[in-house]
T-cell receptor, first 115, second 116 residues
């Protein structure tokens, strides 16, 4: 089944403790992206990657890192999490050069709480 | 600035009645427009899209949307609402410039509540 898999689904952590949220897709998509969803703000892009070893900042990159060493994986790293990073996170992927794209395929989300 | 607006935080409708969830956009160039639905504890699911062609687009679960270029709107509609349609709906727009960038700009979401 074509899908984007995120782990974990739920995570509670303490301020300053490094964490990684994994994202993997099995559709050979070139483009991958991370979003955070907050009430009243919708989805905001954190980072995106056009292909392996190519990453760039989105609208709200502060406090986050990403890497794209393999085409299928795009982990989101919080080196020193803070309470304002408490949010619902989504990974998404798509083909980069398909003009009739169906937008993105989304993962099921990771609900992160930083205390 | 490019943006997508969903003016209603919540829409309430009785089961069996028609529903409309509003979306307006502001982008340069030709817009690619999307609607996604998010059920509780789930990721976003694609509903429908407008790229070009007929202004009335039909999608999943009986939903449709009408692209109106003069009003820069892309409202989501359904003739007869179901309780199971209750969910969070997001409108999104992507620039149709044919380039490599695939960034989607999302609205803030509209919670649809269908009462039995």
């Amino acid at each position: 089944e074509a899908q984007v898999t995120q782990n974990p689904r739920y995570l509670i952590t303490v301020t300053g403790k490094k964490l990684t949220v994994t994202c993997s897709q099995n559709m050979n998509h070139e483009y991958m992206s991370w979003y955070r969803q907050d009430p009243g703000l919708g989805l905001r892009q954190i980072y995106y990657s056009m292909n392996v070893e190519v990453t760039d900042k989105g609208d709200v990159p502060e406090g986050y890192k990403v890497s794209r060493k393999e085409k299928r994986n795009f982990p989101l790293i919080l080196e020193s999490p803070s309470p304002n990073q408490t949010s619902l996170y989504f990974c998404a992927s798509s083909l980069s050069r398909d003009r009739t794209v169906y937008g993105y395929t989304f993962g099921s989300g990771t609900r992160l709480t930083v205390v | 600035a490019q943006s997508v607006a969903q003016p209603e935080d919540q829409v309430n409708v009785a089961e069996g009645n028609p529903l409309t969830v509003k979306c307006t956009y502001s982008v340069s160039g030709n817009p690619y427009l999307f609607w996604y639905v998010q059920y509780p504890n789930r990721g976003l699911q694609f509903l429908l899209k407008y790229i070009t062609g007929d202004n009335l687009v039909k999608g999943s679960y009986g939903f449709e949307a009408e692209f109106n270029k003069s009003q820069t709107s892309f409202h989501l509609k359904k003739p007869s609402a179901l309780v199971s349609d209750s969910a969070l709906y997001f409108c999104a727009v992507r620039l149709g410039d044919g380039g490599a960038t695939n960034k989607l700009i999302f609205g803030t979401g509209t919670l649809l509540a269908v009462q039995p």
